[in-house]
Every structure is written in structure tokens, then in C-alpha cells.
């Protein structure tokens, strides 16, 4: 009997210490299609997608659980990415893209009221109760979540500046099918 004990507990303390190096061994990170999901996002962590973050948005995206279209931020450029990385047919975006923007607080009506500080998802806002706020530029994504929850409206959103040393070539915009049909038919024509 003892010896039953004893091989039993022999081969137990075995396929423990096997199935702990397998798991060690051949453990994977986290969902591989979400890893590259979130390297095409634009990380701007704005919660426009209705997600906290881009990481939530990517996971929520392989799963199968989220359209692709709703990254404001990334747009279209992003979009079209996505479709080709999923295999989805792309669609469009649910509100149109706007020019890139930074916040700027009005230093004359800001009562320093920190509202704003909370809902900046960057931290991009700067300031002490009571204090004027500031916003940090090169942080700020332009996403307007601080716009709302601002009672006296000292924030507006201003056109970031191109200057010639920021300056990039534009992405070409794809040429929508009922054009590509008309140039078809004119070449067809002549």
C-alpha cells in the first residue's frame, strides 16, 4: 500500500513539474491579432471609439465585437488599414474627420475649476484648483473631452499649424467606386 502511495505521488510531483514548464515554455501573450490591431491605432487614448482606450478598442476589434470605423483620431488612413489587416469590407466613418486641434484655455474666464483636468484622457491639461490650466500642446490629442464638462466655456479647439519643418506628404484618399465607373465609361467613349 505504501509503495501505491509513494508511485503515486511519484508520478503526481512529475506530470506537475512537465505541466509547469509547458506552461512556461509555450505560454503566449496576450491575442497576437490585437498586438498588431493596436499598432495601427493612433494611441491617443481620446474614448471616441466608446472604449477606454486604444488597447480595449483592439481587443474589443479581434474579438469580432466592434465595427471598424469608429476611431476618429486614425481616420480614414486607419480605417482602410484595419480593413485590410481584418478582412472587412470598409465602410465609413462615423463622423467625419476634422483637421488636426489642440485645446486652448481663455486665461481671462478659466475659474480653475479642474474639470477639464478630469476629463483629459492624456493628461494634457495642466493646473491646480483655483488656478489657471494650462494645456501641454504636444500632448494634447485634440479629442474634445474637455470641451463638455468646462461650465464657463474658456476652452476652444484651434487648428494645429503646419509649419515646413512638420510638414508630410499626404496620404492618397481612395477614389470612390462611382467615379472609377464614370472614368471607365469615358475611356470606353473615346
Not at 465595427?67 to 486614425?74: R, S, T, Y
Not at 463622423?95 to 474666464?109: F, G, N, S
Not at 501641454?136 to 509649419?163: F, H, Y
Amino acid at each position: 500500500m505504501f509503495t501505491a502511495i509513494l508511485a503515486m505521488t511519484l508520478l503526481a510531483a512529475v506530470l506537475g513539474l512537465l505541466l509547469g514548464y509547458s506552461a512556461i515554455r509555450f505560454r503566449v501573450e496576450g491575442n497576437p491579432i490585437a498586438d498588431q490591431i493596436d499598432a495601427l491605432l493612433p494611441q491617443t487614448q481620446c474614448g471616441q471609439c466608446g472604449h477606454p482606450g486604444c488597447r480595449p478598442y483592439a481587443e474589443a476589434l479581434a474579438r469580432g465585437e466592434d465595427e471598424i470605423n469608429k476611431c476618429v483620431p486614425g481616420g480614414e488612413t486607419t480605417l482602410l488599414a484595419l480593413a485590410d489587416l481584418l478582412g472587412r469590407d470598409p465602410v465609413a466613418l462615423e463622423v467625419e474627420e476634422k483637421p488636426p486641434a489642440v485645446a486652448l484655455i481663455d486665461e481671462q474666464t478659466c475659474i480653475g475649476c479642474t474639470l477639464c483636468l478630469q476629463a483629459c484622457p492624456v493628461d494634457a491639461i495642466v493646473g491646480a484648483a483655483k488656478q489657471l490650466h494650462g494645456v501641454i500642446a504636444s500632448e494634447c490629442t485634440g479629442c474634445e473631452l474637455c470641451l463638455p464638462p468646462c461650465p464657463v466655456e474658456c476652452i476652444r479647439m484651434v487648428p494645429v499649424v503646419t509649419d515646413i519643418a512638420h510638414w508630410r506628404w499626404p496620404y492618397p484618399r481612395p477614389v470612390p467606386r462611382h467615379h472609377q465607373d464614370a472614368h471607365a465609361s469615358q475611356r470606353e467613349a473615346a
